[in-house]
């Protein structure tokens, strides 16, 4: 298992590298290829000067911020959005667990409720957040439900696949022996899902950066989404730049590490433990 977790780890941290610099040159491609306005457009040389530099090139950072202060309300916009995107991510797979194993054990409330899920997953998002944040508040509460919505509904879709994809002989064991649908559930649908959940957590952590990000937006000046709103405001565009650099790393890196951990709870516990890959 070291073995596979090591290898796949590897592969994962190459990869990233390998997508940090395609991103900065189409960054920088694309600035070039539309003739993106100094003033709007800034490259990535750029933002890490409004990060780092004490004296940067004019109008990439206000005259009245410094790099420290750039470097203190950026990353700790960031640490705000993380925080509220893990709680959304946190809330919103145990919601569509729960709501998965639901479904499987009780068959007429997937019939009932599942056309439901996937009528409200067709609403936009931007569309159906300000009714949210009227319902839950413009707090914590609201931002998390907003990034648990998104995790939600994609989630719930390939968990439910997972479980009712458990192998027929396997269940037909399960039921010739006398074991209830809850032992077929625990022992075979749960086990056979896993792959499932993994890969519906995996690609959950970047929709749940989105859409907090998406809820600060509208709630105020918090996290990263409410300073990005800030930045545009008062025209400060290298702050809106590095503001979506941050967001994009932070996705890129947490999806990397979502990877990783998928690998190694697929090499223990999953259909194909012990068998190198």
Partial sequence: MTAVVLRRTGRTAATVGIAFVVLIGLWALLLAVFDV???VGKSPLEVWQYLFAADPVRGVRPASMSAEQARAEGFGALATTLGNAAIGFGSGMLAATVTAVAFVLFRPIEFAFMPIAMLLRSVPLVAMAPLLLL???????????????????????NIVLGLTSAP??????????????????LKVRIPAALPQFLASARISVPGAIVGSMLAE???GFEGLGGVLSGYKGSGNYGGVWTVVALAVMASVVLYAVATVVETAALASWGPQAGLAR
Avoid: E, K, M, Y
């Fill in 37 to 39: 306005p100094d003033f």
């Fill in 217 to 219: 937006w509208l709630v």
């Fill in 168 to 185: 027929p002989q396997a269940l037909d064991v399960i039921r010739v022996n006398g074991g209830s649908a809850l032992t077929a559930l």
């Fill in 135 to 157: 319902v839950f508040g413009q707090g914590a509460l609201g931002i998390a439900v907003i990034a648990g919505i998104v995790v939600l509904f994609p989630a719930l879709v």
